[in-house]
C-alpha cells in the first residue's frame, strides 16, 4: 500500500506578539518579527506484506504452510507538533513582565491608586527593549520522523506466534534549548591543567593562571564580585543584558532495535508472551525544558552540537518483558465445596527488566566559561574507580594550594571562586573517574557516560469468582493487585528509572527539591552523594484489594 499525507500547523496566537518587540531589532542578527510556518510537510507512506509457501526442507521450515508466515515492511515519514510551552515561554518583554510598585513609582499609597495596572507597560527606547527581552521565537520548522520497519512473523503452533521485528527510526528537527546571548567559547583559552597529585614547580613553570587568560572573578576587599571575567555574550555587544532563550531545530537523533518475541494467545486456560528487545539510541539532545536533573536541558557548548552526540538519555540496550495469565480448571467432577474452593481463580502477571538510564556527571560550575553551567561536564579519569567522583582545588604557579584570609581567618580557595592566581588543579581524590571540571579547565568526559542501576520488576493480579445462579449468572468477583511482588527495593533514579525530579516536603514542611537520586546531588562530582542510591525514597510492594459483583 501506498499513501501520501501533507499536514500544516498554523501559527498559534499569542507567538505572533513576537512582533510588538521589533524595536529591539539587529539587522542581520536577531529580528523580532511574525515567525514564518512551516509549509512542506509531506508524509509519504509505503508498505508491504508477502505471506509465501517454500519449497524444500528449509523452506518449509521458515514459511510453513500458506498463512502460516508472513514478512512485512514498511517506510513512513511523521510529523508532530511544537508543543505550546515553546512558545508561551517566550513571549515578548512587551507581553511577558513582573512589576512591582517600586518600578513603576508607586511606593505611595500603591493599592488606593489602583496597584499594578492592568496592562503591560512596554519598554519605549531600544535600550530598554533590548535589556529586557529574554528570549526569541524561531521559524516554526516542524520536526519528523522517518521509521523503517521489518518483520518476519511464524506461526509454530495453533494460537503461537513468533516475531523477528527489526526497527530503524531517524528522528529531525527536534527542539533544542538554546542560550542566544550566551558566550562565545574559545578552546585555545581553556588550557587551565588538572593532576591527579599536586604538581610541582617545575611542571607548571611558564604556564599561564586564570587572570592571564582572562577567565577569572575579581572580587574587591570584601569579597564582593566586582567583576565576572568570562567569554563575551554573542549579543552583548547589541546591549542584549538576558539569556534570550530559544528553542533551535537542530536536534537529531537515530535509533536501531532489533526484537523477538512469542505469543500464545488464551486457550485452555493459559495464555503467554514474552519479548526481548536490543536496541541503542543516539541523539544531540534529549531535554527541551528542565524536565531532569541528572540530563542537562542544555548543552556544555550549545553552539557546538557535534560535541553533544552520544548515547540518549533514553536508550535502553536490553529490556525483557513477560506476561502471563492462568485460570484454574471448573472441578466440576467434584462436589459444591470443592469447586467453590479451587475452582474460579485467576492469576495474571508481569515481569519486566532492563538496563538502567545513562546520565551525564556534571561539574556544577561554568567551567567553560560560556556564561552557563547546566551542561559542563567533567574530566575522565580512565584509571579511576568505575562511578565515583572528586571536587578539585586550585593552586598558585608554584604548586601551593590557593588561600585567602578573610576578617583575620584564612581558609582554603574553593574552585569554583575564579581565583586569578590558579595555575592548575588538583583532585581531592586521585581514585576518582569523574573529575570536576574547575574554572578555565577543559572538560574532556563525553555526554551520557554513566549508566545507572538496572532494574527489574514482578507485578501480579489474583482473582477469586464466585458464581451462583442458574448457568452461573451471578459472579462475585475479589480480588488483589499487588506492585512489586517480591518486595524487591530496587535501588535506580526515581524508584523505576524516572529521569525526572520532584518538588516534595519532607516531614517538616521543608521543599526538598528533588528527592533521593534524581536530585542535584545525584549527578554532581563534588558531592558527597554523587551516583549514591542510599539516599533515595524507594517503594516497596503494594496491595490493592478489590470486589465486583457481575450480574
Same mark, same amino acid.
Given at each position: 500500500?501506498?499513501?501520501?499525507?501533507?499536514?500544516?500547523?498554523?501559527?498559534?496566537?499569542?507567538?505572533?506578539?513576537?512582533?510588538?518587540?521589533?524595536?529591539?531589532?539587529?539587522?542581520?542578527?536577531?529580528?523580532?518579527?511574525?515567525?514564518?510556518?512551516?509549509?512542506?510537510?509531506?508524509?509519504?507512506?509505503?508498505?508491504?506484506?508477502?505471506?509465501?509457501?517454500?519449497?524444500?526442507?528449509?523452506?518449509?521450515?521458515?514459511?510453513?504452510?500458506?498463512?502460516?508466515?508472513?514478512?512485512?515492511?514498511?517506510?513512513?515519514?511523521?510529523?508532530?507538533?511544537?508543543?505550546?510551552?515553546?512558545?508561551?515561554?517566550?513571549?515578548?518583554?512587551?507581553?511577558?513582565?513582573?512589576?512591582?510598585?517600586?518600578?513603576?513609582?508607586?511606593?505611595?499609597?500603591?493599592?488606593?491608586?489602583?496597584?499594578?495596572?492592568?496592562?503591560?507597560?512596554?519598554?519605549?527606547?531600544?535600550?530598554?527593549?533590548?535589556?529586557?527581552?529574554?528570549?526569541?521565537?524561531?521559524?516554526?520548522?516542524?520536526?519528523?520522523?522517518? &521509521?523503517?520497519?521489518?518483520?518476519?512473523?511464524?506461526?509454530?503452533?495453533?494460537?503461537?506466534?513468533?516475531?523477528?521485528?527489526?526497527?530503524?527510526?531517524?528522528?529531525?528537527?527536534?527542539?533544542?534549548?538554546?542560550?542566544?546571548?550566551?558566550?562565545?567559547?574559545?578552546?585555545?583559552?581553556?588550557?587551565?591543567?588538572?593532576?591527579?597529585?599536586?604538581?610541582?614547580?617545575?611542571?607548571?613553570?611558564?604556564?599561564?593562571?586564570?587572570?592571564?587568560?582572562?577567565?577569572?572573578?575579581?572580587?574587591?576587599?570584601?569579597?564582593?564580585?566586582?567583576?565576572?571575567?568570562?567569554?563575551?555574550?554573542?549579543?552583548?555587544?547589541?546591549?542584549? &543584558?538576558?539569556?534570550?532563550?530559544?528553542?533551535?531545530?537542530?536536534?537529531?537523533?537515530?535509533?536501531?532495535?532489533?526484537?523477538?518475541?512469542?505469543?500464545?494467545?488464551?486457550?485452555?486456560?493459559?495464555?503467554?508472551?514474552? &519479548?526481548?528487545?536490543?536496541?541503542?539510541?543516539?541523539?544531540?539532545?534529549?531535554?527541551?525544558?528542565?524536565?531532569?536533573?541528572?540530563?542537562?536541558?542544555?548543552?556544555?557548548?550549545?553552539?557546538?552540537?557535534?560535541?553533544?552526540?552520544?548515547?540518549?538519555?533514553?536508550?535502553?540496550?536490553?529490556?525483557?518483558?513477560?506476561?502471563?495469565?492462568?485460570?484454574?480448571?471448573?472441578?466440576?467432577?467434584?462436589?459444591?465445596?470443592?469447586?467453590?474452593?479451587?475452582?474460579?481463580?485467576?492469576?495474571?502477571?508481569?515481569?519486566?527488566?532492563?538496563?538502567?538510564?545513562?546520565?551525564?556527571?556534571?561539574?556544577?560550575?561554568?567551567?567553560?566559561?560560556?556564561?552557563?553551567?547546566?551542561?559542563?561536564?567533567?574530566?575522565?579519569?580512565?584509571?579511576?574507580?568505575?562511578?565515583?567522583?572528586?571536587?578539585?582545588?586550585?593552586?598558585?604557579?608554584?604548586?601551593?594550594?590557593?588561600?585567602?584570609?578573610?576578617?583575620?581567618?584564612?581558609?582554603?580557595?574553593?574552585?569554583?571562586?575564579?581565583?586569578?592566581?590558579?595555575?592548575?588543579?588538583?583532585?581531592?581524590?586521585?581514585?576518582?573517574?569523574?573529575?570536576?571540571?574547575?574554572?578555565?579547565?577543559?572538560?574532556?568526559?563525553?555526554?551520557?557516560?554513566?549508566?545507572?542501576?538496572?532494574?527489574?520488576?514482578?507485578?501480579?493480579?489474583?482473582?477469586?469468582?464466585?458464581?451462583?445462579?442458574?448457568?452461573?449468572?451471578?459472579?462475585?468477583?475479589?480480588?488483589?493487585?499487588?506492585?512489586?511482588?517480591?518486595?524487591?527495593?530496587?535501588?535506580?533514579?526515581?524508584?523505576?528509572?524516572?529521569?525526572?525530579?520532584?518538588?516534595?516536603?519532607?516531614?517538616?514542611?521543608?521543599?526538598?527539591?528533588?528527592?533521593?537520586?534524581?536530585?542535584?546531588?545525584?549527578?554532581?562530582?563534588?558531592?558527597?552523594?554523587?551516583?549514591?542510591?542510599?539516599?533515595?525514597?524507594?517503594?516497596?510492594?503494594?496491595?490493592?484489594?478489590?470486589?465486583?459483583?457481575?450480574?
Amino acid at each position: 500500500n501506498l499513501g501520501l499525507r501533507y499536514e500544516y500547523l498554523s501559527l498559534p496566537r499569542d507567538a505572533q506578539l513576537q512582533a510588538l518587540n521589533s524595536i529591539a531589532d539587529v539587522p542581520g542578527l536577531i529580528e523580532f518579527r511574525v515567525p514564518k510556518t512551516d509549509k512542506n510537510n509531506f508524509a509519504p507512506r509505503v508498505g508491504l506484506a508477502y505471506s509465501p509457501e517454500f519449497g524444500g526442507r528449509i523452506g518449509r521450515l521458515i514459511s510453513g504452510k500458506r498463512g502460516q508466515s508472513s514478512f512485512r515492511a514498511n517506510f513512513s515519514i511523521s510529523y508532530y507538533e511544537t508543543f505550546q510551552n515553546l512558545y508561551l515561554l517566550n513571549l515578548p518583554p512587551q507581553f511577558q513582565q513582573e512589576q512591582s510598585a517600586a518600578v513603576l513609582g508607586l511606593t505611595a499609597n500603591f493599592l488606593q491608586n489602583g496597584g499594578v495596572p492592568p496592562t503591560p507597560i512596554p519598554p519605549n527606547t531600544i535600550e530598554d527593549a533590548r535589556g529586557a527581552t529574554a528570549s526569541f521565537i524561531t521559524d516554526a520548522v516542524q520536526p519528523y520522523n522517518m &521509521a523503517w520497519t521489518l518483520s518476519y512473523q511464524r506461526e509454530l503452533t495453533p494460537g503461537t506466534l513468533l516475531e523477528l521485528r527489526y526497527l530503524h527510526t531517524a528522528g529531525r528537527h527536534l527542539p533544542v534549548q538554546v542560550r542566544l546571548n550566551g558566550g562565545v567559547v574559545d578552546n585555545s583559552r581553556l588550557v587551565i591543567p588538572t593532576f591527579l597529585t599536586n604538581p610541582t614547580a617545575g611542571q607548571l613553570a611558564g604556564r599561564p593562571t586564570l587572570g592571564d587568560v582572562g577567565l577569572d572573578i575579581v572580587r574587591d576587599e570584601n569579597g564582593d564580585v566586582v567583576a565576572n571575567n568570562r567569554f563575551p555574550a554573542r549579543l552583548g555587544s547589541s546591549g542584549f &543584558a538576558g539569556s534570550v532563550t530559544s528553542f533551535e531545530p537542530e536536534g537529531n537523533s537515530v535509533y536501531d532495535a532489533g526484537s523477538v518475541s512469542i505469543t500464545r494467545r488464551f486457550a485452555n486456560r493459559f495464555a503467554f508472551t514474552g &519479548a526481548y528487545t536490543w536496541s541503542k539510541a543516539i541523539d544531540n539532545a534529549t531535554n527541551e525544558l528542565f524536565s531532569s536533573t541528572v540530563n542537562p536541558r542544555r548543552g556544555q557548548d550549545a553552539f557546538d552540537l557535534r560535541n553533544e552526540r552520544s548515547l540518549s538519555a533514553i536508550d535502553v540496550p536490553h529490556r525483557f518483558v513477560a506476561s502471563l495469565n492462568y485460570e484454574t480448571p471448573a472441578f466440576r467432577k467434584y462436589n459444591g465445596f470443592v469447586r467453590s474452593l479451587l475452582g474460579g481463580w485467576q492469576v495474571s502477571g508481569i515481569f519486566q527488566t532492563q538496563s538502567g538510564q545513562l546520565i551525564t556527571p556534571q561539574s556544577g560550575i561554568d567551567s567553560n566559561r560560556d556564561r552557563d553551567a547546566a551542561g559542563d561536564r567533567t574530566i575522565l579519569n580512565p584509571n579511576g574507580t568505575p562511578g565515583t567522583g572528586t571536587g578539585v582545588f586550585p593552586v598558585d604557579i608554584n604548586g601551593n594550594r590557593l588561600t585567602v584570609t578573610e576578617g583575620g581567618v584564612t581558609r582554603f580557595v574553593d574552585a569554583s571562586e575564579g581565583d586569578s592566581r590558579t595555575a592548575a588543579y588538583v583532585a581531592l581524590n586521585p581514585n576518582a573517574e569523574y573529575i570536576q571540571a574547575g574554572l578555565g579547565a577543559r572538560a574532556n568526559a563525553g555526554r551520557n557516560t554513566l549508566r545507572t542501576n538496572g532494574w527489574n520488576r514482578t507485578d501480579a493480579v489474583f482473582l477469586k469468582n464466585f458464581r451462583f445462579g442458574g448457568e452461573g449468572r451471578y459472579t462475585f468477583q475479589f480480588g488483589a493487585e499487588v506492585g512489586n511482588l517480591f518486595n524487591q527495593r530496587i535501588r535506580t533514579i526515581g524508584d523505576y528509572g524516572s529521569p525526572f525530579f520532584v518538588n516534595q516536603n519532607d516531614q517538616n514542611g521543608t521543599n526538598q527539591f528533588g528527592i533521593g537520586a534524581v536530585s542535584f546531588a545525584f549527578p554532581d562530582v563534588t558531592s558527597p552523594n554523587f551516583n549514591d542510591y542510599s539516599v533515595g525514597n524507594f517503594s516497596g510492594r503494594t496491595i490493592q484489594l478489590r470486589t465486583k459483583f457481575i450480574f
